[in-house]
């Protein structure tokens, strides 16, 4: 293939992944509410978006469990990178299977199994419901991501800190986690656009009194949408990026 | 020392604990209700049967279930077919724009899949973005019916799962070694033999690894196939939300899961197997 193609062809992909989420951002800078016509720019749909309490609240219950969940499984899965790369234990290689399997287990299968959980529990769903249900899809990652970051690490120090009479806890506190930091924080930010990207687990993981956005949205498709919708779809598609791009700079500094 | 061993043995025990109660048990509630006797309409009871199973050998589900797996199937091969060459040229790439080309890449992987498709209605509906500009420019007389085919679920799974794809495929074609396509062509391969002879064999785990992250969620999302197709065309998410959500069989729901996680064990087993297989053919 000669250059020319090879670029048309990129630009022809690129072009297929970016059409439809174009369209939706320029709708939302457009006045005309139904036909394709352009009818000029506006705002108004992000002021509309603004005060759509039921879409808001939604947004802010997806940006809501997506922070407490990315907490929650980078400190779960941090702590399990540490034990896994520092200790051995009697079922560190079940820990290390089971960690696997819940990072390849398809996303219906591992919310059909929480949904049971939450049953046989009698835990009504909502808020903590898919809380758990989040850790667990991103635990995995963020496990993987730091035990990676320390895969590189020099393990005299550790050795040399223990010989001078640190602790465990001080080993993990003043050498392995300041090394650790930037996957941890990476690991956050890429648990954080796991959560905010699910649907699935979502969909069974949580009742009525916690609605998250792409459940929302999916309610609204089949009755026909507004183009506020547009104008929320563009904000979160900016708080994606914004992630998304933090986490690669963070990553990128261990080089 | 001693504060030192409790220390390590909290870390331990608190991630056995959640595991057990997150993963582990649910895992096994899971597989354990697979074999419990109800229905529809019956209460469960707890007296262990197969049926579940057996109910899922019957021509109308093997039938769906083999729809399912076509469908995915066809939407993994159009993935690899748009994918590669796609990969092929991000990974020979200058090094200054080539950061940028995959972070475009990852942008619409991480954006969230229901916006994604929502997106998409807006491009094929009727009165949408491709009727508009083909009856504009007098390509056709009527608005084509795209939502609601089969077409729109192709389109859908393609769209959503293609940077599945491209990654894995990016990664192992940079992972090559180029030298190794001046070799084959100094000894007289064509560029078509170098294709297929050196190339494919070298990214094969690329291609495997790639596949399988297109092909295993594209039977779950049953949302594509409820958005973008209408009742018509079901995945095997379809079967297995509709059984807990609207026939309360948790059942036979459980069942069908429990065969979707073992098929998928299956196919990474042999992932595993040919990866490891490769590597020892590359050693020779």
């Known amino acids: ?255 | 020392m001693r504060k030192s061993t409790r220390f390590r043995t909290v870390l331990i025990g608190a991630t056995f604990a959640w595991v057990l109660l997150l993963a582990l048990i649910p895992y096994l509630i899971l597989f354990g209700a697979s074999f419990l006797t109800g229905g529809a309409e019956t209460p469960v009871v707890a007296k262990p049967t197969l049926a579940n199973y057996l109910h899922l050998l019957s021509p109308a589900v093997l039938g769906m279930a083999v729809d399912s797996l076509g469908l995915a199937a066809v939407a993994t091969l159009l993935c690899l077919v748009v994918g590669y060459p796609f990969a092929a040229i991000l990974a020979q790439a200058g090094t200054r724009v080539q950061p940028l080309l995959l972070l475009l890449v990852m942008i619409p992987f991480w954006t969230n899949s229901l916006i994604r498709t929502y997106a998409l209605v807006m491009l094929l509906k009727a009165d949408g973005i491709v009727n508009g500009l083909l009856l504009r420019f007098d390509l056709i007389a009527e608005p084509l019916q795209l939502m609601y085919t089969p077409l729109a679920v192709f389109i859908g799974l393609v769209y959503t799962l293609l940077p599945f794809m491209i990654l894995p495929l990016f990664a192992a074609l940079k992972a090559m070694d180029p030298r190794l396509l001046e070799a084959g062509r100094d000894l007289g391969a064509s560029r078509l033999q170098n294709f297929f002879r050196v190339t494919v064999p070298l990214t094969m785990p690329g291609i495997i690894a790639g596949s399988m992250l297109v092909f295993l969620p594209a039977l779950g999302m049953f949302y594509i196939s409820d958005i973008l197709g209408g009742a018509r065309t079901m995945l095997l998410g379809n079967y297995i939300r509709d059984q807990f959500l609207v026939f309360r069989n948790i059942p036979m729901g459980a069942a069908a899961s429990v065969t979707m996680t073992l098929a998928m064990g299956l196919m990474l087993i042999l992932y595993s197997l040919a990866n490891s297989r490769m590597g020892k053919e590359q050693l020779r």
């Open chain 1, 1 to 255: 293939m000669n250059r020319w193609l090879q670029g048309l062809y990129a630009a022809a992909v690129y072009a297929f992944l970016y059409a439809p989420l174009a369209i939706v951002a320029v709708f939302s800078f457009n006045s005309s509410k139904y036909s394709l016509a352009w009818k000029g720019f506006t705002l108004d749909w992000y002021v509309k978006l603004w005060h759509n309490a039921g879409l808001m609240t939604a947004a802010l219950n997806s940006l809501v469990i997506a922070a407490c969940a990315a907490t929650l499984a980078t400190l779960l899965g941090t702590v399990a990178a540490f034990i896994l790369h520092q200790y051995r234990f009697p079922g560190r290689r079940l820990l290390f299977g089971t960690l696997f399997v819940m990072m390849m287990s398809p996303d219906i299968v591992i919310a059909i199994s929480l949904l049971l959980l939450f049953l046989a529990l009698a835990l009504p769903l909502g808020f903590t419901t898919l809380l758990f249900a989040h850790a667990v899809l991103c635990v995995p990652f963020v496990a993987t991501t730091v035990l990676s970051r320390f895969h590189g690490f020099p393990t005299d120090i550790v050795d040399a800190a223990r010989d001078l009479g640190a602790s465990e806890y001080q080993v993990f506190r003043s050498i392995i986690l300041p090394l650790a930091a930037p996957a941890v924080v990476g690991g956050w930010l890429l648990s954080f656009t796991l959560s905010l990207d699910d649907v699935i687990i979502s969909f069974f993981t949580t009742g009525p009194d916690f609605e998250v956005l792409p459940l929302r949205i999916y309610s609204m498709v089949r009755l026909g949408i507004k183009p506020d919708v547009n104008a929320l779809c563009v904000v979160m598609m900016a708080i994606t990026v914004l992630a998304l791009v933090l986490s690669r700079k963070l990553l990128k500094e261990r080089k």
